[in-house]
Each structure stands twice: as C-alpha cells, then as structure tokens.
C-alpha cells in the first residue's frame, strides 16, 4: 500500500525560504514519476515540480529558478527546496505519485 507522508510547511515571510519533505512508503521513490503540486483556496490544484525515475525534473512557470526538487534513494523521500518565497506562493502543497496523494501540507508567505 503507497503512503504519502509531507512535512516541512509552516509560516514564513516574503524572500524566506522552507524545505518540504514527502516521505513514501510501499513504492520507492525512484521508480517512477514523482511530484509535488499546490491547491489555493479557490483555485486548481498546479504542478510545483516533479522529477523521473530518470532524474529529469519539470518546473511550473511560477516557480522556476526559485523552487528545486530532488530525491534521497537512501531516506526514500522526494524533497522541494523553496527559496525566495512569495505570498502568492500560499497554498496545501501535496506529494504525488502514480495516483496517490498525500494528505498535503500547509505553505503560507507573509507580505
């Protein structure tokens, strides 16, 4: 059975930075596409990052060049490493794969 376990959200000010962490179990994180996405009140849920059993990484527009995902084989986790961070970037962040989602944790910027 995949879990999807997030961790890393919090609260933090316009330019900061946060390092969001899904740890998985029953799939390893190598095999397959994992991702991260974010859902808004109000809006769509959006692809942040995701990356390839490849090692290839795909960024949405919004996030490019601030947000970098990566992989840890041994710990079996899929990180995103936040930077420079801005108030529209609030939102529930999930882990994804093949499906499967986490149950999401909470991102929020202050101006």
């Known amino acids: 059975q995949v879990r999807l376990v997030e961790s890393g959200g919090g609260l933090v000010q316009a330019g900061g930075s946060l390092r969001l962490s899904c740890a998985a179990s029953?799939?390893?994180?190598?095999?397959?596409?994992m991702g991260w996405y974010r859902q808004a009140p109000g809006k769509q849920r959006e692809l942040v990052a995701s990356m390839s059993s490849g090692g290839s990484t795909n960024y949405g527009a919004t996030v490019k060049g601030r947000f970098t995902v990566s992989r840890d084989n041994a710990k079996n986790t899929l990180d995103l490493q936040m930077n420079n961070l801005k108030p529209e970037d609030t939102a529930v962040y999930y882990c994804w794969w093949a499906g499967s989602w986490g149950q999401g944790t909470q991102v929020t910027v202050s101006s």
């Open positions: 029953g799939i390893k994180v190598s095999i397959g596409t």
